[in-house]
């Protein structure tokens, strides 16, 4: 069983930039893909970035192209999700996810979550 736990979160301005970390323990093997995804007040839980086991593939959906950069380092365990440009329409509780494949995209082949990690964007 993975554990995961985010931690970045917070408070920021238009424009601003934030880095998220997720950090992931336990028994989950050395091949697993990694993703964020975030639920906003009433919309589901959406992907807004992913990365294969060996950092060799990413995937963001236009939202969030050009602006969020998903990375992972398999040494430390950790995966992390930089942010600039970020707009209020970006607030939402971010969520880390793993799933036991080496690349997944679909929200349904993550079986790990993280607990989440407030992020507010606001003047």
């Known amino acids: 069983q993975a554990q995961l736990v985010e931690s970045g979160g917070g408070t920021v301005q238009p424009g601003d930039s934030l880095r998220l970390s997720c950090v992931v323990s336990?028994?989950?093997?050395?091949?697993?893909?990694l993703a964020w995804f975030r639920e906003a007040p009433g919309k589901e839980r959406a992907l807004v970035a992913a990365i294969a086991w060996n950092g060799s593939k990413t995937f963001y959906p236009d939202s969030v192209k050009g602006r969020f950069t998903i990375s992972r380092d398999n040494a430390q365990r950790t995966g992390y999700l930089q942010m600039t440009g970020l707009q209020p329409e970006d607030t939402a509780v971010y969520y880390c996810?793993?799933?036991?494949?080496?690349?997944?995209?679909?929200?349904?082949?993550?079986?790990?979550w993280g607990q989440g990690t407030q992020v507010t964007v606001s003047s």
């Open positions: 336990g028994g989950i093997g050395r091949i697993y893909a």
């Open positions: 996810a793993a799933a036991r494949f080496s690349w997944a995209i679909r929200k349904t082949d993550y079986h790990y």
